[in-house]
């Protein structure tokens, strides 16, 4: 085990996808959403879960940190990533991600003016998904913008849209995070500090590339499991 090194025209603009209009409701899941839990990625059943691409974005420059959130962004990206090549290499249209539940990446859609009426810049990532969300609800659809956020929240419904917590809308059931809480002692603590790496216990419920927090007491180590 090894501790981890690891211009928008100020018109509106509605270019989402040109999919055929779908009853399901619009999911437009945002990256705080993602980052405090990766498994809501799939956490909603007869749904259309729509990621705008600013939210791909703000994984990648997320995916280095040596925390939670980076666990959490790497392994949206993986399933991206896998979903992707299932679908033949493009998530610009619908994918089945089981539950009667479809993903798609919607890189197109703004709906500017409405953002911009209300004082906010397109120049933030928030008010840019804001802004999509704005432009899919534009054409009928039953849109709802989930985020952890409570500020992105009270925007999106500023400009009408129906907004919740994630926790609202999803199913509730036991995830696996990417990492685990592990019992330790001060001693393997301090080894893997000045060492670099420790044994893990054999019961340790960690795979292979999963984050392990050592604790002991007040004591408390981020480490990564090599195998």
Same mark, same amino acid.
């Given at each position: 085990v090894g501790i981890d090194d690891i211009s928008v025209d100020c018109h509106t603009v509605v270019g989402v996808s040109d999919e055929k209009q779908d009853l399901k409701k619009q999911i437009v899941?945002?990256?705080?959403?993602?980052?405090?839990d990766p498994d809501s990625?799939?956490?909603? *059943?007869d749904?259309?879960?729509?990621? *705008?691409?600013t939210v791909i974005e703000?994984?990648?420059?997320?995916?280095s940190r040596v925390d939670a959130q980076g666990a959490a962004a790497r392994k949206v990206i993986r399933y991206l990533e896998k979903s992707r090549l299932e679908a033949g290499g493009d998530l610009q249209k619908k994918?089945?991600?089981?539950?009667?539940?479809?993903?798609?990446?919607?890189?197109n859609g703004y709906k500017s003016q409405s953002v911009l009426s209300m004082g906010l810049s397109?120049?933030?990532?928030?008010?840019?998904?804001?802004?999509?969300?704005?432009?899919i609800a534009s054409l009928g659809q039953d849109v709802c913008l989930v985020s952890v956020d409570v500020n992105m929240r009270v925007k999106a419904a500023a400009l009408g849209l129906t907004a919740s917590d994630w926790q609202t809308l999803a199913i509730t059931s036991p995830r696996v995070h990417g990492w685990?809480?592990?019992?330790?002692?001060q001693n393997i603590i301090d080894t893997l500090y000045s060492q670099g790496r420790v044994g893990l216990p054999q019961?340790? *419920?960690?795979?292979?590339?999963?984050f392990v927090v050592l604790q002991a007491g007040s004591s408390s180590a981020l480490c990564v499991h090599k195998g």
């Open positions: 899941l945002d990256t705080s959403t993602l980052l405090s990625l799939t956490g909603f *059943p749904c259309d879960i729509v990621l *705008p691409l703000e994984l990648d420059s997320a995916k994918v089945n991600i089981g539950k009667n539940s479809t993903l798609r990446i919607e890189i397109l120049e933030r990532n928030d008010n840019r998904i804001i802004a999509t969300a704005l432009a685990h809480s592990v019992q330790s002692t019961d340790c *419920p960690a795979s292979i590339n999963e």
